[in-house]
C-alpha cells in the first residue's frame, strides 16, 4: 500500500471499516483485553499478532458480538455495532473464519458454498429448487474459482485435505458479498505449498474486501497485509507496517528471537 494510505490511516482520514474505542473485556477478576483502541480502513488488510494469551481471538470475539463488552465500543463502517448480536453484524458484512474448522462433512463443496451464499441473500426461506442460473448458484461457482477448489467442487467435505477444508472456509467467509473478513490462523496445519497458495488466495481477494487477519506464521501474515498491529497481556504493544515491525529490536526479542529471516 502507498506510503500516503498509510500516513491517511494513521491519521484517521477516510473511510474506516473498524473503529475501535476501549475496547475491554473481563472474565472475572482476568483483564483478557484492556482498553484496545484500533481504526481500520476501508479496504485494508491488517495483521493482528501476538503470543498465545495475547487476546487476538477474544478481539475477534468482541468484535463479532460473541463476547460482550465490558467497556468502550465498536463501529462498522460507521455504525454502531457494540450492542448488535452476532447474526445482524452478519448481515452488514462482517464475516470471520474460525482456528477450528466448522463444516458440514457430509455436504459437497457446491452445496457448502451455495448455502453459505443463500443464506444470506434475501431468499434464504425460499423452498424453490435452483436452478444453474439461479445468483446463488453463480456466485457459489465464482467464489470457488477464487478459492482454488474448481476441480473439487463435487466432493464431499469429509473427503478433502485439510488445506483444501481452510480454503473452503476462506470460500464460506466470501458468500454474500462482504465488507470485512475476520481470518483466524488460516495457515494452521497447513504444508508450505498450501500455505503458498493461501497466500495467492488472500493476495487476489477483491480489493474493497478488508480483512484482519491472526497468524502465528510470519511469512503469511506479513506477505498478505500492510499494517500490523502487535498484542501483549491483552493491550496493544506495538503498530507499523510489517518492514517496521519485522525490523524492531522489541518485537524481535519477544516474539521473534532476533532477527526473522
Do not use: W
Not at 443464506?119 to 453463480?138: E, K, T, Y
Amino acid at each position: 500500500m502507498a506510503e500516503t494510505s498509510i500516513a491517511d490511516r494513521l491519521h484517521g482520514a477516510g473511510a474506516h471499516a473498524l473503529e475501535l474505542e476501549g475496547v475491554t473485556r473481563h472474565f472475572g477478576a482476568l483483564a483478557a483485553l484492556s482498553g484496545i483502541t484500533m481504526r481500520i480502513m476501508a479496504g485494508e488488510r491488517r495483521a493482528v499478532l501476538g503470543s498465545n494469551g495475547a487476546g487476538k481471538t477474544t478481539l475477534f470475539n468482541a468484535i463479532t458480538g460473541e463476547f460482550p463488552l465490558t467497556a468502550g465500543r465498536i463501529r462498522f463502517f460507521g455504525e454502531d455495532i457494540s450492542d448488535l448480536p452476532t447474526h445482524e453484524r452478519i448481515r452488514r458484512g462482517l464475516r470471520r473464519t474460525y482456528q477450528i474448522s466448522q463444516l458440514f462433512s457430509g455436504l459437497s463443496v457446491l452445496d457448502s458454498v451455495f448455502l453459505a451464499c443463500r443464506g444470506v441473500s434475501r431468499r434464504r426461506f425460499s423452498l424453490r429448487r435452483p436452478g444453474a442460473m439461479d445468483i446463488n448458484v453463480m456466485q457459489a461457482h465464482s467464489i470457488i474459482n477464487a478459492v482454488h477448489l474448481d476441480d473439487d467442487r463435487d466432493r464431499l467435505v469429509s473427503t478433502l485435505s485439510h488445506g483444501q477444508q481452510r480454503q473452503l472456509e476462506v470460500a464460506l467467509a466470501l458468500a454474500g458479498a462482504p465488507r470485512f473478513i475476520l481470518f483466524d490462523e488460516p495457515a494452521a496445519g497447513l504444508s508450505p505449498s498450501e500455505r503458498r497458495d493461501l497466500v495467492v488466495i488472500l493476495k487476489t481477494l477483491p480489493k474493497h474486501i478488508g480483512y484482519i487477519i491472526i497468524e502465528h506464521d510470519l511469512d503469511v501474515a506479513l506477505r498478505v497485509t500492510d499494517y500490523v498491529s502487535m498484542m501483549h497481556n491483552g493491550r496493544l504493544f506495538k503498530e507499523g507496517t510489517p518492514e517496521e515491525i519485522e525490523n524492531d529490536p522489541e518485537v524481535q526479542d519477544i516474539y521473534l528471537g532476533g532477527r526473522h529471516g
